[in-house]
Structure formats: C-alpha cells, structure tokens
C-alpha cells in the first residue's frame, strides 16, 4: 500500500543539527513532489518545504529560508528534512506529505517524526 | 503569503447533525485547497482536495464547495468519529498556508 515512514523521535540541543528521514513505498516516488509540514505542542500545521519530483530544485517558507534543507533519494525512495542551528521553537512534530497526483493531493502522511529541543 | 481564516474557531454538535467550517483566502486560489481532518495523537488525514473531490476512501458525508476565495467544509450526520480537528490548506502559490483549524467537539 502507498505509505511514508519516518524516522523516529530525535531529542537535540539547541544550536545542533536534525536530520528526519521519509521513506516512501507503494508508489512512484520520483513522480511527486514531497512536502514537509510541522505541528508545535497544542499548535496549528505549518507547511516549511517541498522539493521537485527530480530533486534539484526546493522551495522553503520564508521562515525556513537557510536554516532548512530537504534533499532526495531517488534510489533509496527516501526524502530528508535537515534543521539546522536547532531551537527551542523548534520542538514540533513533523511531517512528511506526497504532493499532488493523479486522483489525489497531499496524500498519504508520514506517520510524524517528534524533535525537542532541550536548551 | 496567502492567509487563510477558517471560521468558527471551534463548535460544539450533536452526533447526527450538518456542520458547515468555512475557509476565506486573502487572495484567489482558484480551486487549489483541501480540506484535513486531525484527531489527537495522529497524523492529519486528507479529506477533499481541488476544493471538492473526495480524496479515495474518504465517505460522502464528507463534502467541499467553493472557487476562489470562499470555500466550505460540509460534514453531514456526525458520527462519533467525527468529533476532531479540521484544517484548509491552500496550494496555489508557495508558501502552501494552513488555516488555523477548527475543532468540532460533541455537545
């Protein structure tokens, strides 16, 4: 069946790096964009990035702008989300999303990756 | 960045009863929305997507409208499992905004 599955939670301190892994199955993954979407504790989504189905080229939310990178593995149908210089408004669940297709859009989710951020 | 205001904030309902969540965008996004449910401790699940088709799998009391700027989120005869979160995401120009949320909870 079409699914994401993600890596598993991460606790950081502030100022380091995270890497959070999706890895896709059931469909083909170099057809779809990739999104990332993340939720603060007791917080609305928030959508920080996609990347084309090629992978060479990324679109970030200003707020993400340098401090974010996503990257893919087309070989390994795998996407990636790297935070750098980590803070505490960092602490969120995240999540990874397939773009749009035919007959679908934003579907399925990844399961959510939870990252805190301890200062 | 395109806003989206999604009203109420959150309602109180009946199991059986329609509920209407509206969804108003700064600017057009044409019919590039879709509509999420979220329950606590799980991931959003897609609901509507190109502002009024069914994602697969997802029953027809599920429904969406609108084109533009104003767009609605019809659920009819709420069943328990109904009782979550409800977000709008536009995906017409980057960054994909969501709205707000709306929290239908049991009366």
């Known amino acids: 069946q079409v699914q994401l599955v993600q890596s598993g939670a991460e606790v950081k301190e502030a100022g380091t790096p995270v890497k959070v892994s999706c890895k896709a199955s059931g469909f083909t993954f170099p057809a779809y964009y990739m999104h990332w979407v993340r939720q603060a504790p007791g917080q609305g989504l928030e959508w920080m990035a996609m990347?084309?189905?090629?992978?060479?080229?990324?679109t970030y939310a200003r707020k993400f702008q340098g401090r974010v990178i996503v990257t893919r593995d087309t070989s390994t149908s795998t996407v990636y989300m790297e935070v750098n210089s980590l803070r505490s408004e960092d602490t969120a669940i995240y999540y990874c999303?397939?773009?749009?297709?035919?007959?679908?859009?934003?579907?399925?989710w990844g399961q959510g990756t939870r990252v805190t951020v301890s200062s | 960045d395109i806003q989206l205001t999604q009203s109420p904030s959150s309602l109180s309902a009946s199991v059986g009863d329609s509920v209407n969540i509206t969804c108003r965008a700064s600017?057009?996004?044409?019919?590039?929305l879709a509509w999420f449910q979220q329950k606590p401790g799980k991931a959003p699940k897609s609901l509507i997507y190109s502002a009024t088709s069914l994602q697969s799998g997802v029953p027809s009391k599920f429904s969406g409208s609108g084109f533009g700027t104003d767009f609605t989120l019809t659920i009819s005869s709420l069943q328990p499992e109904d009782f979550a979160t409800y977000y709008c995401?536009?995906?017409?120009?980057?960054?994909?905004?969501f709205g707000g949320g709306t929290t239908v909870e049991t009366k």
């Open positions: 600017r057009g996004v044409n019919n590039y």
């Open positions: 999303v397939r773009g749009c297709g035919s007959g679908s859009c934003f579907d399925p």
């Open positions: 995401q536009q995906y017409h120009l980057p960054p994909f905004t």
């Open positions: 990347i084309n189905p090629s992978g060479d080229d990324s």
